[in-house]
């Protein structure tokens, strides 16, 4: 099955108040990430809404990748949130978990 402690698990949660940035924004980041990884031992999941989609008007989305994670990954997911950082999106967070203990 390929969990954890035998592969790594990226979970990248994505929370606006606008929905359709999201859409958009995780759609971009899944886009990038797809055309540069091209490896058959690690999966990008598309996004989608989190197990819980709406916490205080904000709505959260969430993207995980599976895989074992190497410098030329590491630098590919920074890279990818870099461009999205400098668009200067204001109402979007983004964060990324590696190995997380809660998928919600």
């Not at 990748?65 to 990954?73: A, P, S, V």
Request: charged fraction near 30%; include cysteine.
């Amino acid at each position: 099955m390929k969990y954890p402690p035998f592969c790594d698990i990226i979970l990248i949660g994505f929370s606006s108040v606008n929905e359709s940035n999201i859409k958009k924004i995780s759609s971009f980041v899944y886009n990038k990430l797809s055309a540069k990884i091209k490896r058959d031992d690690f999966k990008i999941l598309k996004p989608m809404p989190s197990p819980i989609d709406k916490i205080q008007n904000k709505y959260r989305w969430r993207m995980i990748l599976k895989g074992n994670i190497d410098d030329e990954i590491n630098n590919i997911i920074n890279e990818t949130l870099k461009e999205i950082y400098n668009q200067n999106i204001k109402d979007m967070r983004i964060v990324v978990d590696v190995n997380p203990n809660n998928m919600m």
